[in-house]
């Protein structure tokens, strides 16, 4: 495998293997001496609300373009690989959303490319959240906490 085969992007509904991923990061990558990933889980309770089920929605084709192009505004700092793995269907308490992974020569930069990269997966990319609680469903907006953090980069 060399850089320009490695798979950038997955969006998917079936779960993904945190050390699987690592693994492809580092495969056959001497250049990079840092590694940084972030996997974003579904929790438990949010707003107040104890929640029991997440459901994410994508637009095809829109989706991946969208986080080809956050990827390649990350890949202007000084990183090597990037994996972004986004899970769509209904998820449930634990189970695993989002997969950011980042290398770079350096750890400064591999930090805050994976930052970045999770900055405006939050606010760009286009996922849709339905969150599932005894009280009923609804669809979740970004934060803007959030877009706040992306607009800062």
């Known amino acids: 495998m060399t850089d320009s085969t490695y798979p950038e992007i997955s969006i998917q509904t079936d779960d993904f293997s945190l050390s699987d991923e690592v693994a492809l990061l580092e495969y ?3 250049v990079d001496g840092a590694v940084v990933t ?3 889980r579904v929790r438990n309770q949010n ?3 104890q929640v029991t089920s997440l459901t994410l929605e994508h637009y095809p084709g829109m989706t991946e373009k969208s986080l080809l192009k956050i990827i390649a505004q990350a ?3 000084e990183i090597g690989r990037v994996k ?3 899970r769509v269907g209904e998820l449930f308490i634990g189970d ?3 997969f950011v992974g980042v290398t770079s020569k350096h750890r400064q930069d591999a930090f805050a490319a994976n930052e970045f990269i999770m900055d405006y997966l939050k606010v760009q990319a286009p996922f849709w959240k ?3 609680s005894k009280d009923g469903a609804n669809w979740l907006d970004a934060k803007s ?3 706040n953090k992306a607009a800062s980069w």
């Open 75 to 77: 890949k202007e700092r």
């Open 96 to 98: 695993q959303i989002v």
């Open 47 to 49: 707003a107040g609300k």
């Open 84 to 86: 972004v793995i986004h």
């Open 130 to 132: 339905k969150e599932t």
């Open 38 to 40: 972030f996997t974003g």
């Open 145 to 147: 906490s959030d877009e």
């Open 28 to 30: 056959e990558n001497a």
